[in-house]
């Protein structure tokens, strides 16, 4: 794993966590100093640059313990089990990997005092801190004790709209007070709400945080609030309420989140800056975030703040961008996939889409490992080994992976990515679900030590997979994969509970799939206009879980048979909720109305 460039020139002897970083701990008899960081992270690059450069905080780092470091990014699933509150984490371990002790940012003269105490107590009183190691454990187990499962019913759901509605700003929009989080997904489930009762609070809520996200700043001649007007794209968050001051990260998963937030509101409102702030996301990624060879880069740097965002195009272009992080994660660039092609479609944008494909067979030719699943990351080669073949096979990848193969499927027709998205699942299913738990485990393979030994099923990974599995069986893949979403999502309502209005993607999930399918297929030449016209009108449509075919007789005559469409006339658009298909429509208005029929049907 390369180092964050920040650290690279450090005096402190890092080592990559794994097996060998342990033995050496356990040869030695030295705890493991864990550093948890991310190349965004701000703080990280602060502790990397004047408290691990302090000689004496160096030394005692490296001559008293086995300093190990991991990316965030790369290691999400070390970071779950030991953060200890933010990045950076600074987590002191027993060589078999269970906690003593730690901390996120230290200054120098406190962090020396730290290693201080920790190595006076691991070599003078071994016996008390085994005792408080054996204590944190039993603490760690009991929080991750999971909660009671439960029947899949619309009243979790409604829980976490009111949730949502509770922790409502109603001055500035979003949730909660400061630091502020966009929380996209408690957006998407207020439009949600909003759909299917009609009730005006949940919309008032989604739509007054999407424009404040927004336009933040822009009354105050700002080139920048939580969104960069200059650039495109949003930063990470905001350090005030009212949204002006962000934090100044941009990272490539939350700007995906994000643009599905802002295509769900332009297609229940119409509103007009909802559709360019889409196109100002995308045009940011594509500019600055893309990889000319397919995928989207991780993230940009934090560093440089006000003094870069706070010029005009003219003024950025006289200096350095912040860096960017040029390693391509499967999970973020799924996310970035679907949702670059749903809104090419919807917003008219063939470029995206292509762009999109571009991203998907690249990742399909470089990432999938044995046996079927997708590998976290690829990385610029200057940088180190492409692809690192020992790293465990993560839940998140395999969820956005799923996603992502679906909706190239749907927008290009080939029937190829529809047969790997079968493989894909059932790989998932053979190495990730956990039948006891009846959800899926968040990693197959890899080095297990310490907290890494106990399985987590983590909500969010979950509900991304349920919510590609029931596309799949609406795909007509088998109504088995709607059945196995389900049965995790239930297994989970009571993480869900928990989790409040953090838990809005399941919330998203289980309402997909207590819904009804919902399928529009259109019959006829991709060529024709005026099928184009009717799958531009399908894809604009607010119609949540839907899934798009575009189905040519002289290609597709064995699937409209099974599906029992005629072949003539053409082009015609079948709008179906469950087993349940509306009159065809011939034209977008005709689309429209039977969408909105379905719509009332399938989300009341």
């Not at 390369?2 to 342990?22: I, K, N, T, Y």
């Not at 007007?229 to 350090?239: I, Q």
Request: hydrophobic content about 45%.
């Amino acid at each position: 794993m390369p180092l964050d460039p920040h650290a690279a020139a450090s005096a402190v002897h890092w080592l990559e966590w794994g097996p060998e970083a342990f033995a050496r701990a356990r040869d030695e008899d030295k705890p493991v100093l864990l550093r948890i960081s991310a190349v965004w992270c701000h703080w990280c690059h602060v502790m990397d640059e004047t408290t691990d450069s302090d000689p004496e905080v160096a030394r005692r780092m490296n001559e008293w313990f086995v300093p190990v470091r991991v990316d965030n990014d790369e290691r999400p699933d070390v970071n779950d089990r030991y953060n200890l509150g933010g990045w950076p984490t600074t987590a002191f371990l027993t060589p078999d990997g269970e906690l003593i002790t730690g901390g996120t940012y230290f200054p120098a003269p406190q962090f020396r005092e730290v290693l201080a105490r920790i190595h006076e107590g691991w070599t003078e009183h071994r016996d008390q801190v085994a005792g408080e190691v054996e204590a944190i454990r039993r603490r760690r187990r009991e929080s991750r004790a999971p909660a009671a499962g439960g029947e899949l019913d619309g009243e979790a759901i409604a829980a976490m709209v009111e949730a949502a509605l509770d922790a409502y700003d109603w001055r500035h929009g979003g949730f909660g007070n400061q630091p502020k989080f966009p929380q996209p997904d408690a957006v998407r489930l207020l439009l949600h709400a909003h759909a299917g009762s009609g009730a005006e609070h949940p919309l008032e809520a989604a739509e007054r945080t999407l424009v404040a996200m927004r336009t933040a700043g822009l009354d105050e001649g700002r080139n920048y609030g939580l969104y960069d007007h200059v650039a495109g794209g949003f930063f990470r968050y905001s350090t005030t309420r009212d949204w002006t001051v962000p934090h100044f990260e941009k990272m490539s998963e939350e700007n995906a989140r994000l643009s599905m937030a802002y295509l769900d509101a332009w297609r229940l409102t119409g509103d007009e800056l909802h559709a360019d702030t889409v196109r100002g996301i995308f045009a940011y990624v594509r500019a600055t975030l893309s990889d000319p060879a397919g995928g989207a880069w991780g993230s940009q740097d934090a560093d440089g703040e006000a003094d870069y965002y706070g010029l005009d195009a003219a003024g950025r272009d006289g200096m350095p961008e912040p860096y960017v992080d040029r390693r391509i994660y499967t999970a973020w660039n799924g996310a970035m996939a679907a949702a670059a092609f749903e809104a090419a479609a919807a917003l008219d944008l063939p470029e995206l889409a292509d762009w999109a494909r571009k991203t998907v067979d690249r990742i399909e030719g470089r990432l999938v490992a044995p046996g079927g699943l997708v590998r976290h990351v690829l990385r610029p080669f200057a940088e180190g080994a492409e692809v690192d073949e020992e790293a465990p096979l993560l839940l998140s990848d395999q969820a956005w992976w799923l996603r992502a193969l679906l909706a190239a499927y749907q927008s290009t027709r080939e029937p190829a990515y529809r047969s790997r998205a079968e493989t894909l699942a059932g790989a998932v299913e053979r190495d990730l679900f956990d039948a006891g738990r009846g959800a899926f485990r968040d990693r197959a393979g890899g080095d297990a030590v310490g907290a890494l030994v106990e399985p987590l099923h983590p909500l969010h990974d979950n509900a991304a997979l349920a919510e590609g599995l029931a596309a799949l069986a609406a795909l007509g893949c088998g109504e088995r994969w709607r059945e196995r979403a389900g049965g995790a999502l239930a297994a989970l309502r009571g993480e869900a509970a928990r989790h409040g209005i953090l838990g809005a993607t399941w919330g998203l999930a289980a309402a997909q799939v207590l819904a009804e399918p919902l399928a529009i297929h259109l019959v006829g030449s991709a060529d024709d206009p005026g099928l184009r016209a009717l799958y531009r009108a399908a894809w604009a449509a607010y119609l949540p879980g839907r899934v798009t075919e575009v189905l040519d007789p002289a290609a597709d005559g064995e699937r409209l048979a099974a599906l029992g469409y005629p072949g003539e006339p053409m082009p015609r658009a079948y709008v179906c909720v469950g087993e349940r298909c509306l009159e065809p429509a011939a034209d977008p208005a005709e689309l429209a109305e039977r969408v909105e029929h379905a719509r009332g049907e399938a989300l009341a």
